[in-house]
């Protein structure tokens, strides 16, 4: 798997997702509940070099952290993340289903969608499990690539089996996007500051998502071996 980087044709230009915007709903917009809830959505406009940077990640080296990438994620995790916007996972996840509301099923395995996503013990869960996912990247491994995808081997073979109720890679693109979005919502003291930490995380969250897609590839191969092995006895 070499430093966990995949082809650049397994995902879409940065810019097809995001066209002009992060994130492109403008208006309050409930979910399809039985008792909705209002996720708010914003628009966020970079400047047009953060588009370009951005684009840039689709290239080889798209999951190449540098030194000073790391220096920003880490100064962004401690000065915002950790004591501003602790629930950046839980608004990333809301997201996710309001953009593909079939996560939701795939999160309850296909039993039920829980009405308000906000009490959901599963989703909060995950959205924990997630924080602690990318704190232990940031400051117990470094951010060092041979020990981040160690992790993101494991964290790839582990959703592999959730492949049974739905659960596609692809979606993960649209995690990123959310993600994303609400990092370059975070106030920071410049836009130069805010282009370039949004690229770094970008640099991460590519790293993590190239290195997921290949474990759980190989991993779906391996049960569908499995699964035709005992269905031939």
């Not at 940077?53 to 220096?71: G, S, V």
Request: include cysteine; hydrophobic fraction near 35%; charge should be positive.
């Amino acid at each position: 798997m070499g430093n966990g980087c995949t082809s650049n044709k397994i995902r879409p230009r940065l810019n097809t997702m995001y066209g002009e915007s992060i994130i492109t709903n403008t208006t309050d917009q409930k979910l399809a509940t039985a008792n909705p809830i209002k996720v708010k959505t914003f628009v966020i406009v970079l400047p047009k070099q953060a588009y370009a940077d951005l684009n840039n990640l689709n290239n080889e080296n798209n999951c190449q952290l540098t030194m000073y990438d790391r220096e920003l994620i880490a100064r962004c995790w401690r000065q915002h993340i950790i004591t501003k916007k602790p629930d950046i996972f839980h608004k990333t996840m809301l997201r996710c289903i309001e953009a593909s509301p079939k996560l939701n099923e795939i999160i309850a395995c296909g039993r039920y969608c829980y009405r308000d996503l906000r009490k959901w013990p599963k989703l909060n869960k995950i959205c924990q499990a997630q924080f602690k996912f990318y704190e232990r990247l940031i400051y117990e491994l470094n951010m060092d690539e041979q020990k981040m995808l160690d992790s993101c081997i494991k964290l790839g073979e582990t959703h592999a089996g959730y492949a049974r109720f739905g659960m596609k890679p692809h979606f993960l693109d649209i995690y990123q996007q959310q993600f994303l979005g609400l990092i370059a919502c975070i106030e920071f003291e410049s836009s130069k500051e805010r282009k370039e930490t949004v690229v770094a995380f970008g640099r991460l969250c590519s790293f993590i998502i190239n290195a997921f897609i290949n474990a759980y590839a190989v991993k779906r191969s391996e049960l569908k071996e499995q699964e035709r092995a005992i269905n031939n006895t």
